[in-house]
């Protein structure tokens, strides 16, 4: 099987470039949600005070939800972005509105 299962494999011993920049395109997305749910869910669940080392209760909680709210989020404008690309695809149009 080759790099993450898309395609043939190659050759021994042979580099494929695309698959190449295909992980390194990815590892940047991830690493660019990461980033983002950090940054977003810090700012509105952890007090800039920091008083103990660990979170507490509230804050961990706090996370919890604002990951998965962040998610879900992201999952529900990629179902809309899916939808609409298709009907754009379907019409033949070259634009499409959420």
Avoid: W
């Amino acid at each position: 099987m080759s790099l993450f299962g898309r395609g043939a494999p190659t050759p021994s011993g042979a580099v494929n470039q695309e698959r190449i920049e295909m992980a390194i395109n990815e590892i940047d997305m991830v690493s660019d949600v990461f980033n983002r749910i950090v940054s977003s869910c810090h700012s509105k669940c952890i007090s800039p005070r920091y008083a103990e080392g660990d979170l507490n209760k509230g804050e961990s909680v706090c996370i919890d939800r604002c990951v998965a709210k962040f998610f879900e989020v992201n999952k529900r404008v990629g179902e809309k972005m899916q939808s609409a690309g298709a009907n754009a695809q379907a019409t033949g149009s070259t634009s499409f509105s959420l």
